[in-house]
């Protein structure tokens, strides 16, 4: 009987050692996951500094970049206004100027044949420059009304300016290279297109005298 209860002794002492033993494995168990998932964590943190970091140096770039840009358009508006003041010097200043409209010199729609009406004006033109005398630079330009297409209107304003180009030079002898056309169809109104009065002022050559 006595061997009995040592016997039982024994296995209670054997018991409670092996759940002893077992709740301290539990316990280094879950400290080392502990510990791994600290780790986890502490590496995402890292990551997403390192991302804020990436992102700030990205915005502190875009915000250099920006004002590079802004500066240099700066600078083009500058260089685009210094070659328009080169081309307006180069140009020469502008003494006369004198416009054929359809008002005056009756441009039949869809015709760049000078009227009567029309060389009178030219004549006066030349006139002007005979008494000015002096060297001169004569741009012609051609103008047309909205009506057709632009491609045809872009053709006949370039027709008329050389019609009336033609004429400077076959009756005054005024030399080519002093003279230049140039249409600009129906881009450059001066009236209402929308009117039969507009549309005749529009349809119209323009001639500028520069010395």
């Known amino acids: 009987m006595k061997k009995n209860k040592g016997v039982l002794l024994l296995g209670i002492v054997i018991l409670v050692a092996s759940i002893s033993s077992s709740g301290c494995l539990t316990k280094k168990y879950m400290h080392g996951e502990i510990a791994v998932l600290d780790e986890k964590v502490e590496g995402v943190e890292n990551t997403v500094e390192e991302n804020q970091k990436r992102i700030k140096e990205h915005d502190e770039r875009l915000t250099t970049l920006g004002s590079i840009i802004t500066e240099h358009e700066s600078q083009f508006s500058k260089v685009d206004s210094k070659i328009e003041e080169v081309k307006r010097y180069a140009q020469g200043r502008l003494i006369l100027k004198e416009v054929l409209s ?5 441009f039949k729609i869809d015709s760049y044949e000078l009227s009567a009406e029309a060389t009178a004006i030219l004549d006066k ?7 000015e005398d002096r060297g001169v630079y004569i741009e012609i330009q051609g103008h047309t009304d909205t009506t057709g297409p632009e491609s045809w209107n872009l053709l006949l304003g370039k027709k008329r300016a050389e019609a009336a180009m033609e004429y400077l030079y076959k009756t005054y002898h ?4 002093r003279m230049e056309v140039i249409s600009f169809g129906s881009s450059a109104p001066v009236a209402d297109n929308s009117t039969r009065q507009g549309r005749a002022q529009n349809r119209r050559v323009e001639i500028l005298v520069f010395e």
């Open 174 to 177: 005024i030399p080519l290279y």
């Open 102 to 106: 359809n008002n005056e010199a009756k």
């Open 125 to 131: 033109v030349v006139e002007s420059l005979v008494a």
